[in-house]
Nanobody, 125 residues
Framework: QVHLLESGGGSVETGESLGLSCTASGDTLEMYCMGWFRQVPGKPREGVASISSSGGSTYYAHSVAGRVTISRDNAKNTVYLQMANLKPEDTAIYYC??????????????????WGQGTQVTVSS
């Protein structure tokens, strides 16, 4: 069973950048497509970005396209989310999640069956 642990969250100001990491233990990530999601208390969880198991295919939510890059290093069992030009509306708890297939659909949140505990990102204006 894969266990996921996010890191890298914190507090930044508008326009700054922040990088998140999601490191897996218990199994190799190379068989899993991965996604980053975020959630504000009281609101539904939303997809941010996804990446195929090989890293060859990525997908971004419209709200972050052009400001966010998802990548992975299967040798390090780690997936990354690099965020730039952050805005206050990016404030949320960010989660990484895994689905054991080559490619996953970001909008199909229930299909992601392994989740990390989340890391808080706060962007102040």
């Amino acid at each position: 069973q894969v266990h996921l642990l996010e890191s890298g969250g914190g507090s930044v100001e508008t326009g700054e950048s922040l990088g998140l990491s999601c490191t897996a233990s218990g199994d190799t990530l190379e068989m899993y497509c991965m996604g980053w999601f975020r959630q504000v208390p009281g609101k539904p969880r939303e997809g941010v970005a996804s990446i195929s198991s090989s890293g060859g295919s990525t997908y971004y939510a419209h709200s972050v396209a052009g400001r966010v890059t998802i990548s992975r290093d299967n040798a390090k069992n780690t997936v990354y989310l690099q965020m730039a030009n952050l805005k206050p509306e990016d404030t949320a708890i960010y989660y990484c999640a895994a689905e054991r297939r080559n490619r996953c659909i970001l909008e199909r949140i229930p299909d992601f069956d392994i989740w990390g505990q989340g890391t808080q990102v706060t962007v102040s204006s």
